[in-house]
């Protein structure tokens, strides 16, 4: 991460989160460096993989997709990420809150955060998968007893900014900028674009969540695309009915989100706490892309 100073406001410093290919394989930062907020550093337990991917790359007409190959992940490129950490044809530059600010999942926060992504991209067709947020509670296994994928996630899946909430193994799609100027229906009521994360390789299933879905009066997202924007997120998971994800974007209301909310805790364990990181984690890509960021913001909330 390197930072400059702002050319629109002098006294204003940006953090500049950039990914290359030098990031193949899934390097990790060791040992732990950072800033007070943010650290780089190894995780604890194993990683969750990006899972399916739910922008649909016909537009309009959402279908569950199954998994389709990263064309950049030849068997050269195989060959150069056996041995490194991950050891998978994936990038990842991401940085990590600080242990201070993961507090009990079912407690309510608020996530902002003033970023701008590349104005172009390598590969916009493919199909490539790229979270640059997330939010994890941890402990949290799946039903087959596996490293839980994030709860929440903010993606940019093919140059595409889209939001996901899951329940359990269920992923749904609950937020999205425009393709090729065509939208979704979203709908009020039942989340309708939901697939399973743990189908048989090579499948594509849909899902039946519990979430029920809330918007506002103009919910389709504006593209971060060479330009600033701030995404704001009330984040409070959980199995109960009081779990809620709320999704604002320069302010503008998009979606509310309630039900079961993530993964249960692990057998003997009661309470769960919420991790967030910010970065590049995606397919893997040959080109270094930057994510402009201004500031992030956690706030407690009551």
């Known amino acids: 991460m390197t930072f400059s100073e702002d050319p629109e406001n002098k006294s204003n410093r940006l953090a500049h989160i950039s990914v290359d290919p030098g990031n193949l394989g899934g390097h990790r930062c060791k040992p732990a460096c950072g800033v007070t907020l943010f650290s780089l550093g190894p995780e604890v337990g194993s990683e969750a993989t990006l899972g399916p ?17 990263d064309p950049y992940c030849t068997p050269d490129v195989v060959k150069k ?31 902002s955060l003033r970023f701008r992504m590349p104005g172009k991209l ?56 425009s393709r090729s100027k065509l939208n979704y229906p979203w709908n009020d009521g039942k989340a309708q674009y939901c697939q ?17 879905l809330e918007y506002g009066r103009n919910p389709v997202l504006t593209s971060p695309a060479g330009k600033w924007t701030e995404m704001a997120y009330r984040v409070q998971a959980g199995p109960g009915n009081d779990s809620v994800i709320e999704v604002y974007q320069d302010g503008r209301f998009i979606v509310r989100a309630t039900g079961h909310v993530g993964y249960d805790a692990p057998p003997g364990k009661s309470k769960q706490k919420t991790k967030f990181k910010i970065g590049h984690y995606r397919d893997y890509i040959p080109s270094t892309d930057v994510m402009d960021l201004d500031w992030v913001r956690i706030k407690q909330l009551k």
Do not use: H
Not at 53 to 67: A, D, I
Not at 196 to 212: H, Y
């Open 196 to 212: 399973r994360t743990d189908s048989v390789p090579g499948k594509a299933e849909l899902c039946n969540s519990s979430l029920i």
């Open 122 to 177: 390598e590969n916009t067709t493919d199909s490539i998968r790229w979270v640059m947020a997330q939010w994890k509670a941890e402990p949290a296994i799946t039903e087959k007893g596996e490293d839980a994928s994030p709860f929440l996630a903010q993606r940019y899946d093919d140059g595409i900014l889209n939001v996901t909430v899951q329940d359990r193994s269920c992923r749904c799609l609950i937020a999205s900028a």
């Open 53 to 69: 991917m739910l922008v649909s790359p016909t537009g309009l007409k959402w279908s569950p997709q199954p998994p389709k190959p």
């Open 81 to 111: 990420v056996k041995g490194i950490q991950e050891g998978l044809c994936i990038q990842r530059q991401e940085l990590r809150a600080d242990e201070s600010f993961a507090q009990d999942s079912r407690k309510p926060q608020l996530y």
